[in-house]
């Protein structure tokens, strides 16, 4: 019979704004073969994952059940207000096994999906919603003609130049800003910035600023209707 190791999703442990630590259990079930095993925690939005870090450790072989954790200092860079699905995977030289679907969601503001409407040559109206999660939140958009990197600082421009305060809610807000004085026929990249005061570590809050994933819109050529 061919065996592969058994593993068990445990829970997600000090979460932040950004990062988070997985946790679960690997049996080798490797009594007779004296064969280990070694394991992965795979991640994402939604329950097909599409990212994957490694556990800290392989697991020697045994018929017992062994705590293993994603490797220190592998899950960062996450979106702020964010629900992540995750599983942990555990494999041997004969195949794998898929540990069951687990939940975590990180600290911070919940910044959805920005989008551009009513594009003119010279104008658009950039959109969001974003969610307080409770904290005091104000919020700006950026705009440029080369694209925002996730996790890069600012570039370019702004608005409004101050960031605008949406107060401290638990519920998603829609905000909005009209921009002008745009080049005709030119692709924009854009993004909503939410700046919010975070428990990063705890007991211990502070102002941080959340990037959502930038976007694109183009204007209208010289020649098109509507300026």
């Known amino acids: 019979d061919v065996v592969v190791p058994d593993a068990t999703t445990g829970a997600a442990t000090g979460t932040s704004a950004t990062t988070a630590v997985l946790n679960g259990t690997v049996n080798p079930l490797s009594a007779e073969t004296n064969e280990g095993a070694t394991c992965e925690f795979e991640y994402g939005t939604t329950t097909t994952y599409g990212t994957s870090v490694p556990c800290s450790a392989s697991v020697a072989p045994g018929n017992v059940a062994v705590p293993v954790e994603s490797k220190p200092g592998s899950l960062t860079g996450l979106l ?35 989008s551009a409407a009513d594009v003119k040559a010279t104008s658009a109206t950039l959109e969001a919603t974003i969610d307080p999660d409770g904290a005091d939140t104000s919020y700006r958009f950026e705009y440029d003609t080369r694209p925002y990197a996730q996790g890069e600082g600012s570039h370019a421009r702004s608005i409004p130049v101050s960031a605008e305060p949406i107060g401290s809610g638990s519920e998603p807000v829609s905000v909005a800003q009209h921009v002008q004085g745009l080049s005709a026929g030119t692709r924009y990249y854009f993004r909503v910035v939410a700046v919010s005061d975070v428990e990063w570590e705890p007991r211990h809050t502070e102002t941080h600023q959340f990037a959502g994933v930038d976007r694109t819109f183009t204007t209208q050529g010289a020649g098109e209707f509507g300026l």
């Open 80 to 114: 702020s207000g964010t629900t992540y699905h995750y599983r942990l995977v555990a494999r041997n030289e004969k195949g794998s096994f898929d540990g069951t679907d687990g939940t975590f969601t990180t600290k911070g503001p919940g910044i959805g999906q920005a």
